[in-house]
């Protein structure tokens, strides 16, 4: 990432209890790690009791930025292969099936001499909000990924906005299919579409953003296949596996298999497994666009395209490729540079409680960390290297970082804002051309985090109006999707939110 401007809103300043002991303590007992893991300072608390350590996404990147902090300090406890980790031994374990439970493991691991948890996952929030209104534990804290917290000074919270990477990848994706249609629309059609494994905010902004792309490319792409979005049913548990346990995501895989999705971007960690087993079975072309890391990479679950036969995947420039692999491209969250970069600033001694780590600055307790699209593409959410070139050829570019700073993102993100309350419910596209359909259950209601600006739901949060533009890229007219509404998040970069 280069380095950019910051912002910081400031709140009500009061005194962060204990943070300098606990940084002293971090910074002490990282120098002295032991030869086992139950020396460690801090320990991760997985999204759930079906997650692992090891699940090539969300949880394994999380491990991976502990490690490198770690390494960053000389210490190598934790430099070997993922897998080679078991629950329990003092560097990760499950939560628990309900807020007691996880109120009850994060009280053993604190008292077991843990000095932070990096909790991964929504799921945690409820029950770290009640463990640091406990007194017993104001010189521990927490370090929560993909939830926000406010009024926590033991608490540093990162967010990613990754609705925006997913955008990316709904480009990408539907570039892909028109380059390739000869291969992906035999049947007339060319269909993308996607599941999530819990309907949670973190979860729901990738699939809300991926359909978001895919309607911005046919807007840019008028004389060219439309491309058509799967649609499961008429509210957010349609698209819902119920869990992310590795088998779970096979019924949703195949549903969408079923109704001729061409693309399919599984959000449930280790389902995406699930999704290629179901793709073998089907035995005809369909890719996938992958979550949280870049999982093309990973040669230890990446399949070639079934059904290809003697065909050609076209690349963005219209050569022929060489990558005829089921996994294309991912929207990345870079957790592991979010988690080094966080846990930087939480042991930083000089009192700063901030530091500068890739380019960006990072706040440590009391901070919000919110990650966002950088001006020029570089940042630590976004489509990944593979896919770029069909992003940037889907919107008429020539210039990835050019296209990218060019987006109207405050009007394309602009009604994905705030923390979640009732008011902000979110009303899931069902149609296949992306037009509103039915609004969300009241499961969602209790959970929602956003307004598309079409609903004229009620905005619990104070509004900043934003005037609204368009852009025009090599000559085309690429016209915001949806009205001017409230913006209240950073448009690129980091922002680092004070929250005391």
Not at 78 to 92: A, I, K, T
Not at 302 to 331: C, E, R
Not at 429 to 443: H, K, M, V
């Amino acid at each position: 990432m280069k380095k950019k401007t910051k912002k910081i809103i400031k709140a009500s300043l009061t005194t962060l209890f204990g943070f300098g002991l606990l940084a002293f303590i971090i910074s002490t007992s990282v120098i002295n790690v032991g030869s086992n893991t139950s020396n460690l300072f801090a320990e991760i608390v997985v999204s759930d009791n079906t997650s692992v350590l090891a699940d090539k996404s969300f949880s394994e990147t999380t491990f991976n930025g502990y490690r490198d902090f770690l390494n960053s300090r000389n210490e190598k406890e934790l430099d070997r292969p993922v897998e080679d980790f078991r629950e329990g031994f003092g560097l990760w374990r499950r939560p628990g099936t309900n807020n007691q439970e996880k109120e009850t493991t994060f009280k053993g691991i604190f008292e077991n001499g843990k000095d932070i948890i990096i909790a991964p996952g929504f799921n945690s929030q409820a029950a770290i909000e009640s463990v640091i209104k406990d007194s017993t534990y104001s010189d521990k804290g927490f370090l929560l990924l993909d939830a926000d917290l406010e009024k926590a000074s033991n608490v540093s919270t990162v967010i990613f906005r990754m609705e925006q990477a997913a955008f990316q990848c709904g480009v990408a994706a539907s570039e892909f299919l028109s380059l390739n249609e000869s291969i992906f629309g035999k049947d007339g059609s060319l269909k993308i579409g996607g599941f999530v494994g819990i309907p949670i905010p973190s979860t729901l902004d990738f699939l809300i953003g991926f359909q978001k792309g895919m309607v911005a490319w046919n807007e840019h792409n008028p004389l060219k296949t439309k491309v058509e979005w799967t649609t499961l049913g008429n509210n957010i548990d349609s698209y819902k596996s119920g869990s992310f346990g590795i088998g779970d995501g096979r019924q949703k895989s195949k549903e969408l298999l079923d109704k001729g999705a061409d693309v399919i971007l599984p959000i449930a960690g280790p389902q995406t497994l699930d999704t290629i087993a179901e793709i073998r079975l089907e035995n005809r072309p369909v890719i996938i666009v992958a979550a949280d890391s870049a999982q093309e990479d990973n040669v230890g679950i990446q399949q070639p395209i079934p059904g290809l036969g003697s065909n050609v995947i076209k690349n963005a420039d219209g050569t022929n490729s060489t990558n005829n692999n089921i996994i294309q491209f991912s929207a990345v969250k870079k957790l592991d540079v979010a988690v080094q970069g966080t846990l930087t600033a939480i042991s930083n001694l000089d009192g700063s409680n901030i530091a500068t780590f890739d380019g960006s600055q990072y706040g440590g307790f009391g901070y919000s960390n919110t990650i966002a699209l950088g001006e020029k593409g570089e940042s630590a959410v976004g489509i990944s290297q593979a896919g770029k070139a069909y992003f940037t050829q889907g919107l008429g570019g020539t210039d990835f970082g050019t296209v990218v700073s060019g987006l109207p993102i405050n009007n394309i993100f602009k009604e994905m804002i705030g923390i979640p309350t009732p008011e902000n419910v979110i009303q899931l596209f069902n149609t296949a051309d992306g037009t509103p359909g039915i609004g969300g259950s009241s499961a969602v209601a209790s959970i929602g985090r956003y307004s598309d600006g079409l609903n004229n739901q009620k905005k619990s949060i104070a509004p900043v109006n934003v005037a609204g533009k368009e852009i025009r890229l090599n000559g085309s007219h690429f016209a915001p999707p949806l009205p001017t509404t409230p913006f209240l998040l950073s448009d690129y970069g980091i922002l680092r939110r004070k929250v005391i």
